[in-house]
């Protein structure tokens, strides 16, 4: 009977004791909902900080940028010099690169950035050089050396621009913001049937064209899709059309636009002399015939040859200065005066194509000032090279005509929706869009 007391008070006392263990867990444990406000209080996430990321490349926080122009006469290795780039790496970039990028192409005012470690040395890990909007090359300095010619994306976009003529075209293609290369685009098209060096005030023109940009900055104008031009009170009209030859442009009645040569030789610009009999030579200060065409221009401005051909002369004499003669054909020859230098590569017996660069205008010979005498032949008589009668290309083929007019049609539409320019605005308004 004792034992049987003695074993029900032993279980009495263990069941207290973990009773009592039980509270005393409870009041120093927080409830669930206490837990999880402090949780949550207690989890810090700590955002990763961005990586700084040029060109491509990944750098760290001792890595330095700068940005800088190409000087004058500046070499790519005295840059690297500066950044102690060990003299075995320079000397590949004379060889390995030039099968990606030759680095005496490098050019004034060009960007270029270094990347260099920022401690004592400031030994540079990369350089990136930018010949244009569109290209950059980077060279990468580690055990060895590493070139790579890399592009930014490039988008296109359509756009619109619409002008009246208030004195001469430059002036307008000024006001309006219109750059140089789709000036010329615009002049080689229409050459052959308007004169741009006798423009009425009051000539409108209307122009689709598509834009190149890189990072939504212009960096080119690709190809025009329409032209309405007003002259002299007449509609004239150009679209590109390919009858499996490539896009050339016709006419609202499906005649090319295109001739044997091109009508300008350099980058549209002012006659300062035209072709003719009688003419008081500026050097020379007497009357006498003027059988070619000046052009002014800046020294150094690129000089074309209006069509494909063989150089028969390429040389300096005391009155023609540096000067190159080609052959385009039995009937068509054509010579280009006083040029500051002739083109690379250009000899006598060299086959040139039409537009290729053939030298740079200059005051060279009897000359008074920079400028491009422009001369022509046909059937070896010298005649005005702007008012030749030259044959036009292929019209559009009768197989053609039904893919042709719906191109026409379209383009047409397109062009009638851009408004027209308001002339009571001093005589010009433009909209680029």
């Not at 930018?130 to 050396?145: G, R, T, V, W």
């Not at 006659?271 to 006498?288: A, D, L």
């Amino acid at each position: 009977m004792v034992k049987r007391w003695i074993g029900f008070l032993f279980l009495i006392a263990i069941t207290g004791g973990v009773v009592l263990l039980k509270n005393y867990y409870l009041s120093t444990s927080p409830n669930q909902e206490t837990s999880q406000i402090d949780s949550t209080t207690l989890t810090l996430e700590l955002q990763p900080k961005e990586p700084k990321v040029v060109y491509g490349m990944v750098l760290d926080e001792r890595q330095v940028v700068i940005e800088d122009k190409i000087k004058r006469n500046q070499r790519l290795g005295e840059i690297l010099e500066q950044y102690n780039v060990p003299a075995k790496l320079i000397n590949q970039i004379s060889t390995l690169s030039r099968k990606v990028f030759d680095p005496r192409k490098i050019a004034a005012d060009k960007k270029y950035t270094v990347i260099y470690e920022q401690d004592s040395l400031k030994k540079a890990k990369a350089l990136v050089y930018e010949p244009n909007a569109i290209d950059y090359i980077i060279f990468k300095f580690d055990d060895s050396l590493s070139v790579d010619v890399r592009q930014r994306e490039v988008i296109t976009v359509e756009k619109t621009v619409t002008g009246v003529i208030k004195s001469n075209l430059s002036q307008t293609i000024q006001e309006l913001g219109i750059t140089n290369e789709l000036t010329n685009k615009f002049v080689d098209i229409f050459g052959w049937q308007v004169d741009f060096q006798r423009l009425q005030k009051g000539d409108k023109f209307k122009l689709i064209y598509h834009e190149q940009q890189v990072e939504g900055t212009p960096v080119g104008v690709g190809q025009i899709d329409a032209i309405y031009f007003e002259h002299f009170g007449e509609d004239y009209y150009a679209f590109p059309f390919d009858q499996g030859n490539g896009i050339e442009y016709f006419d609202a009645e499906g005649k090319s636009m295109r001739k044997a040569f091109l009508k300008y030789p350099i980058e549209f610009t002012r006659i300062s002399s035209r072709f003719t009999m009688n003419r008081f030579h500026p050097v020379q200060k007497r009357w006498k015939a003027h059988l070619g065409t000046d052009f002014a221009a800046p020294t150094g401005t690129p000089i074309r040859t209006v069509g494909d051909g063989i150089v028969l002369e390429a040389q300096y004499k005391s009155n023609n200065g540096n000067y190159v003669k080609i052959r385009h054909n039995a009937t068509y020859t054509t010579q280009y005066l006083h040029m500051s230098k002739i083109a690379a590569g250009i000899r006598p017996g060299t086959r040139v194509r039409q537009g290729e660069t053939i030298g740079y205008v200059g005051s060279t010979g009897l000359a008074s000032g920079p400028h491009l005498c422009y001369r022509f032949w046909k059937n070896g008589v010298q005649v005005d090279g702007l008012r030749a009668d030259l044959p036009a290309s292929e019209p559009v083929r009768k197989n053609m005509r039904e893919a042709f007019e719906v191109v026409k049609q379209e383009l047409m539409q397109k062009l009638n929706t851009i408004p027209a320019p308001q002339e009571e605005i001093e005589n010009v308004l433009a909209s680029a869009q």
